[in-house]
């Protein structure tokens, strides 16, 4: 057994170390700076209570992006400094956010204890590279993302930091499943590296009925395709899709993780998934073979995803309305029936009018998954969304990419199970239309403005915010652009007061009401490395059985032209 000395090593603070709502992000050419990630894993220990650090376990695993695996190998030296006892490392330092979340949760050591919490890597859905971003992020003993009660003590530590603790061992081997043992001050450190998706798949066969799915994917008229765009997602879908499911190996594209996402941009939307949204018929190019009846896509880290069907894009905003529609016939988990939903401020309200047809506790919350942790902890919510390609349950604490996808093939075996051996299969079209000619059709679009300079965005939403005071001046503006715009009956900055433990989230976007249950909405949003992005989001209401098949674009244009 090896053995090493805890050593305190002085550093000073470095500036801008705030965690935002989705951790600390920023190129990787500023966390490879001396000192820089570790002064903000010391502060993250010194943020946390005692007993979560000391003698405790904790995991340490990301989305195997660049820089990824040093990173692993400072933390584990690190927790061993901090006293931590144990550390559980996905194989190759590979682990979803959603399988990180449900390691937290789910997975019992030899000894029978669970981890207390996580260090997350990963930068979500943007590049990874040498010259691309880095990120990191802890998430708590429930799973889910610190609360800004932490996030705040980081960024208070990181301003005032003067050393860290570490301890001088060899690297671990990650890329072995083995416990190796040391010695540190005593006593005896352990670093558990096991397989990345064992625990994840237990987790999905306890909510799905994997056989029930199986029967639709061995259909001859059911054609399937999943895109890890080169992310960890890679490290579940042949697992699941293939070995549990029977899908052909063909199905899978990009699915080897990569360091650089292949190069690509790992955000699972109509303009970044390029080969999946061509073999799904959506492309510039026609395609000469008939596209598969399903496809989806992850980021990079797992947690968000896209659905499409032949020819035909889901909209994140309804994904989440036709799960929750049809989660308690189609989905085992959920078949007591569900305690609640919830969507971000800005995802549309699709989902709200499923919750009022169906009786559910409806619950419209600041963007940030943290919130909808709350409500799960509280069990007052079931299913949730947000409209950055972002689905999940209470099964875990984060956001689901691979859950998503399963709940859309599990609706489909439910809306196919007497029609598998008939001439035609209900189609992914075919439960959107359906699911519109029930509730209604919000249309939808955002438009992203990134890189913008941070003293011109914040002078731009304080305007808007004083426009706010005069709906008379507001309407006098719409109108005269556009006169067949319903009117603003109302406007505000949101602001959540949270039921479970009654925090205030202000400053949350800016948002225009229409009388005809139309919306903008003007928000900050702080998931890029660098500079501001404005984010405008478009909404319009439409009950009417003849107008909800109109496309997006001649439907929002009124809108789009007064924003």
């Given at each position: 057994?090896q053995s090493?000395?805890?050593k305190?090593?002085e550093?000073t603070?470095?500036e801008g170390?705030k965690p935002?709502?989705s951790?600390l992000?920023?190129?990787?050419?500023v966390f490879t700076?001396?000192?820089?990630?570790?002064?903000?894993v010391q502060s993250?220990?010194?943020?946390?209570?005692?007993d979560k650090?000391k003698?405790a376990r904790i995991?340490?695993?990301?989305?195997?992006?660049?820089?990824s695996?040093?990173?692993?190998q400072i933390?584990?030296?690190?927790?061993a400094?901090?006293?931590v006892?144990?550390?559980?490392v996905?194989q190759?330092?590979?682990?979803?956010t959603?399988?990180v979340?449900?390691?937290?949760?789910?997975?019992?050591?030899?000894d029978g204890?669970?981890?207390?919490?996580a260090?997350?890597?990963?930068?979500?859905h943007n590049?990874?590279?040498?010259?691309?971003?880095?990120g990191i992020?802890y998430?708590m003993?429930?799973?889910?993302?610190?609360p800004?009660s932490?996030?705040?003590?980081?960024?208070?530590?990181?301003?005032?930091?003067k050393?860290?603790?570490?301890?001088?061992l060899?690297?671990?081997d990650?890329?072995?499943?083995g416990?190796t043992?040391f010695?540190?001050?005593g006593?005896?450190f352990?670093?558990?590296?096991f397989?990345?998706?064992?625990?994840?798949?237990?987790l999905m066969?306890s909510?799905?009925?994997f056989e029930?799915?199986?029967?639709?994917l061995?259909s001859?008229?059911?054609?399937?395709?999943y895109d890890a765009?080169h992310g960890?997602a890679?490290a579940?879908?042949?697992?699941?899709?293939?070995?549990e499911?029977?899908?052909k190996?063909?199905s899978?594209l990009?699915?080897?993780?990569?360091?650089d996402?292949g190069?690509?941009?790992?955000?699972?939307?109509l303009?970044?998934?390029k080969?999946?949204?061509?073999?799904?018929g959506?492309g510039k190019?026609?395609?000469?073979?008939?596209?598969p009846e399903?496809?989806a896509?992850?980021d990079g880290?797992a947690d968000?995803?896209m659905?499409?069907?032949?020819?035909f894009?889901v909209?994140?905003?309804?994904?989440?309305?036709?799960?929750?529609?049809?989660a308690?016939?189609a989905?085992p988990y959920?078949?007591?029936g569900?305690k609640?939903?919830a969507r971000s401020?800005p995802?549309?309200?699709?989902l709200?009018?499923?919750a009022q047809h169906l009786?559910?506790?409806?619950?419209?919350?600041p963007?940030?998954?943290?919130?909808?942790?709350?409500?799960?902890d509280a069990?007052?919510c079931?299913v949730c969304?947000?409209e950055?390609f972002?689905?999940?349950?209470?099964?875990?604490r984060?956001?689901?990419g691979?859950?998503a996808?399963?709940?859309?093939?599990?609706i489909?075996?439910y809306?196919n199970k007497?029609?598998?051996?008939g001439?035609?299969l209900?189609?992914?079209?075919?439960?959107?239309?359906q699911h519109?000619?029930t509730?209604?059709?919000?249309?939808?679009?955002r438009?992203?403005?990134?890189?913008v300079?941070?003293g011109?965005a914040?002078?731009?939403?304080a305007s808007?915010v004083?426009?706010?005071?005069s709906l008379?001046?507001?309407?006098?503006i719409v109108?005269?652009?556009r006169s067949d715009?319903?009117s603003?009956?109302?406007?505000d900055e949101?602001?959540?007061?949270d039921?479970?433990?009654g925090?205030i989230s202000k400053h949350?976007?800016?948002r225009y009401l229409?009388?005809?249950?139309?919306?903008?909405?003007f928000?900050?949003?702080?998931?890029g490395?660098?500079g501001a992005?404005?984010r405008?989001y478009?909404?319009?209401y439409?009950?009417?059985?003849?107008k909800?098949?109109?496309e997006?674009q001649?439907a929002?244009?009124?809108?789009v032209s007064c924003?």
């Amino acid at each position: 057994m090896q053995s090493g000395q805890v050593k305190r090593v002085e550093t000073t603070p470095f500036e801008g170390q705030k965690p935002g709502t989705s951790g600390l992000r920023k190129k990787v050419k500023v966390f490879t700076q001396p000192h820089y990630l570790q002064n903000f894993v010391q502060s993250t220990f010194n943020a946390l209570p005692a007993d979560k650090v000391k003698g405790a376990r904790i995991v340490v695993s990301g989305d195997g992006r660049y820089y990824s695996k040093e990173a692993i190998q400072i933390i584990i030296k690190m927790a061993a400094g901090n006293g931590v006892r144990s550390v559980w490392v996905g194989q190759n330092g590979l682990l979803s956010t959603p399988a990180v979340s449900a390691v937290v949760r789910e997975r019992v050591g030899a000894d029978g204890s669970k981890a207390s919490g996580a260090f997350i890597l990963t930068a979500s859905h943007n590049p990874g590279g040498p010259n691309e971003d880095f990120g990191i992020k802890y998430n708590m003993e429930n799973g889910g993302p610190a609360p800004e009660s932490i996030t705040d003590k980081i960024y208070e530590n990181t301003t005032k930091i003067k050393e860290y603790l570490t301890v001088e061992l060899p690297d671990v081997d990650i890329a072995k499943v083995g416990v190796t043992t040391f010695s540190v001050d005593g006593g005896t450190f352990d670093v558990d590296v096991f397989d990345s998706a064992s625990d994840y798949v237990k987790l999905m066969k306890s909510i799905f009925d994997f056989e029930f799915i199986r029967k639709l994917l061995s259909s001859p008229k059911f054609t399937f395709c999943y895109d890890a765009l080169h992310g960890v997602a890679g490290a579940y879908a042949k697992r699941i899709f293939v070995e549990e499911l029977g899908a052909k190996e063909s199905s899978l594209l990009n699915c080897v993780p990569k360091e650089d996402f292949g190069g690509g941009h790992p955000d699972p939307n109509l303009t970044y998934a390029k080969e999946l949204v061509a073999r799904m018929g959506l492309g510039k190019s026609t395609t000469q073979d008939e596209p598969p009846e399903f496809g989806a896509a992850a980021d990079g880290d797992a947690d968000r995803n896209m659905i499409l069907g032949k020819r035909f894009f889901v909209t994140p905003s309804d994904s989440v309305a036709i799960i929750a529609a049809n989660a308690v016939e189609a989905i085992p988990y959920f078949s007591a029936g569900l305690k609640g939903v919830a969507r971000s401020m800005p995802t549309s309200a699709a989902l709200d009018v499923v919750a009022q047809h169906l009786n559910l506790k409806f619950f419209e919350v600041p963007t940030g998954w943290k919130f909808f942790g709350n409500l799960m902890d509280a069990g007052l919510c079931s299913v949730c969304g947000e409209e950055s390609f972002g689905t999940g349950s209470d099964h875990i604490r984060e956001k689901d990419g691979i859950w998503a996808v399963l709940a859309w093939l599990s609706i489909l075996a439910y809306k196919n199970k007497e029609n598998l051996g008939g001439e035609k299969l209900v189609s992914v079209e075919d439960i959107v239309r359906q699911h519109w000619a029930t509730f209604g059709r919000h249309y939808y679009t955002r438009y992203d403005y990134e890189n913008v300079d941070a003293g011109a965005a914040k002078e731009l939403m304080a305007s808007l915010v004083k426009l706010q005071s005069s709906l008379s001046e507001v309407n006098q503006i719409v109108k005269g652009i556009r006169s067949d715009v319903s009117s603003v009956v109302n406007a505000d900055e949101f602001e959540y007061k949270d039921p479970v433990d009654g925090s205030i989230s202000k400053h949350q976007g800016i948002r225009y009401l229409f009388e005809d249950g139309s919306r903008l909405v003007f928000r900050l949003s702080g998931t890029g490395s660098e500079g501001a992005t404005i984010r405008l989001y478009i909404e319009q209401y439409e009950k009417d059985p003849s107008k909800i098949g109109r496309e997006s674009q001649e439907a929002l244009g009124p809108l789009v032209s007064c924003s």
